[in-house]
Nanobody, 120 residues
């Protein structure tokens, strides 16, 4: 089992920045690729970003590319999502998730989410 706890959400204005953190506990953190997802009210959950186990490979949704950056610190068992130039359409609950491999596979573990609200 891997337990994931997100933090860092909040209410910001358009153009501001936020950094989300996701702290992991349980099994060896570096054995898992990590992903970020978000779900806005009335919408399906969507992929935001992912990072490989060692942190050398990342991928991003087109909607956040160039504005969001994901990174990880395996010594601290934590993955981050740096969000810049935030837009009202970025408003959502943000979740982190873990899976064994970066390519393919299924996210088996999920956090409880953290709310991000961007006002115009």
């Amino acid at each position: 089992q891997v337990q994931l706890v997100e933090s860092g959400g909040g209410l910001v204005q358009a153009g501001d920045s936020l950094r989300l953190s996701c702290a992991a506990s349980g099994r060896t953190f570096s054995n898992y690729a990590m992903g970020w997802f978000r779900q806005a009210p009335g919408k399906e959950r969507e992929f935001v970003a992912a990072i490989s186990r060692g942190g050398s490979t990342t991928s991003y949704a087109d909607s956040v590319k160039g504005r969001f950056t994901t990174s990880r610190d395996n010594a601290k068992n934590t993955v981050y999502l740096e969000m810049n130039s935030l837009k009202p359409e970025d408003t959502a609950v943000y979740y982190c998730a873990a899976k064994p491999t970066f390519y393919g596979g299924r996210y088996d573990y999920w956090g409880q989410g953290t709310q991000v609200t961007v006002s115009s």
